[in-house]
């Protein structure tokens, strides 16, 4: 079964980087879509960046320029770098993959800032 391990959240200062990965398991093709999602306390859920195999990538606005995606086909990984972190980017963190869209999802790491 299809399984998505994120790690590398954690507690930053204003200013600061952070790098999350998110393995990606049980996929029998690479998935095409991969990407990052994040949850605020009492906010909706909201794309941050996705990349697809090819290396096509998109931001949310509000990173454009501080976060950059990057993916290892190799090893069904995603990175997120997060540079120049604001307080109001302290959210949860969800990896998203899938074959044609964000089918799975993992369990999120917390990034607080």
């Known amino acids: 079964h299809v399984q998505l391990v994120e790690s590398g959240g954690g507690l930053v200062q204003p200013g600061g980087s952070l790098r999350l990965s998110c393995v990606a398991s049980?996929?029998?093709?690479?998935?095409?879509?991969m990407g990052w999602f994040r949850q605020a306390p009492g906010k909706e859920r909201e794309g941050v960046a996705g990349?697809?195999?090819?290396?096509?990538?998109g931001y949310a606005d509000s990173v454009q320029g501080r976060f950059t995606i990057s993916r290892d086909n190799a090893k069904n990984t995603v990175y997120l770098r997060m540079n120049s972190l604001k307080s109001e980017d302290t959210a949860v963190y969800y990896c998203?993959?899938?074959?044609?869209?964000?089918?799975?999802w993992g369990q999120g790491t917390q990034v607080t800032v």
């Open positions: 998203a993959a899938g074959i044609a869209w964000y089918d799975y």
């Open positions: 049980g996929f029998t093709v690479n998935p095409k879509c």
């Open positions: 990349i697809d195999t090819d290396g096509t990538t």
